[in-house]
């Protein structure tokens, strides 16, 4: 009800460009040319983008609580990005899940997964500290973030789901669980990655 009453108060429109409809309107959003292919923590990655102008401020609202980019964001994924086995996306931290009231990352997992017709698994969980505010070496020091869920169900081949790639430690983090528990991690796939001086690979 209160999403109704939210939508219904305030219409959907980008975030870019005001424009009504898309929370990211086609003039708006990035073009097919600007997708990346990068390793992310030593794994192949894929991006719609880099973490900048329109593309940055859509997933600035996301973060923010807003779910309307998550559609288009996982239309543009579905048509764009390379999936290999199961999508097993990369949760956030429970009190960001609580200021956002939802997981991006696995709200944008269950999109994407319909659209490709792609099996899901939500495997993982997150504790300790959120990445945001820390710097690059705070980031890549950090380790041991995830652990496999209690009773899940393990693929046997997975690509990884998040939000934005800064230096590869969330990817390579995730990666590492899940290979230590027999798990062929093929991919990552995000919406942007962040350009970083000097980096040479990039994850949240």
């Known amino acids: 009800m209160r999403e109704f009453l939210r939508t219904w108060l305030f219409p ?32 192949p990655a894929f991006a719609l983008g880099h973490y900048e102008g329109a593309l940055r401020r859509a997933i600035v609202a996301m973060k923010n609580g807003q779910r309307d980019p998550l559609d288009v964001f996982a239309e543009l994924l579905a048509a764009r990005a390379p999936l290999e086995g199961v999508l ?25 997964a319909a659209l490709r017709g792609v099996a899901l698994a939500e495997v993982l969980e997150k504790h300790g500290a959120p990445q945001a505010g820390r710097g690059r070496r705070g980031r890549l020091a950090a380790a041991g973030r995830f652990r496999i869920r209690r009773g899940a169900a393990l693929p046997a081949v997975a690509t ?29 796939v995000v919406l942007a990655r962040t350009a970083e001086p000097n980096a040479a690979a990039a994850g949240r």
């Open 160 to 188: 990884l789901l998040d939000d934005v790639c800064t230096t590869g430690a969330t990817v390579r983090d995730a990666a590492h669980v899940l290979r230590e528990s027999g798990v062929e991690v093929r991919r990552a």
């Open 12 to 43: 959907p429109a980008c975030v870019a460009c005001d424009a009504p409809g898309p929370a990211l309107c086609a003039a708006c959003g990035p073009p097919a040319r600007d997708a990346i292919a990068f390793a992310a923590g030593g794994v």
């Open 88 to 112: 097993v996306p990369l949760p956030t931290s429970r009190g960001r899940i609580l200021e956002r009231g939802f997981d991006q990352s696995v709200e944008l997992a269950r999109r994407l």
